[in-house]
């Protein structure tokens, strides 16, 4: 577990880029944090880092999941569970090998954080204006330590 300082939205940007040169096909990432933590902002950065089109990101809380596609064939599938307290069937399933799942408010859900490779958990800091993200799980472990 290791937990990175995000001052602002280039560090945000920076930690993006980082997870984005792991190897995520057949990753599911949970995003966990208050409202108004950078959930949706860290997928936006992400998907920009994966060679899509960041303007196509928007929260799904209503839709429940987005799909965006990079360039590279990579699927997206950005979730919102806050207002759910059962998964939908195919959170419980791997996602396949050209996805990559992101997961806001997984542990509403029984079941899917436990899933998770990474978990990416934000807190915003005393003056509201910084970021604390711990980073844990699988590959928690390729992530620079700071």
Known sequence: MSDRSLSNEHDTSALAAEIASLSLGGATIALEGDLGAGKTTLVRYLVDALGGRASDVSSPTFALEHEYVTPKGL????WDLYRLTAAPQELLEPPGD???RLIEWASR???????????????????????IARLSGR????????
Do not use: W, Y
């Open 139 to 146: 590959l928690a472990g390729g992530l620079r330590s700071v």
């Open 98 to 100: 050209t996805a990559v």
């Open 75 to 78: 699927l997206v599938e950005h």
């Open 109 to 131: 859900c029984p079941g899917v954080a436990d899933r998770a490779d990474l978990v990416v958990s934000i807190a915003v800091q005393g003056d509201g204006q910084g970021r």
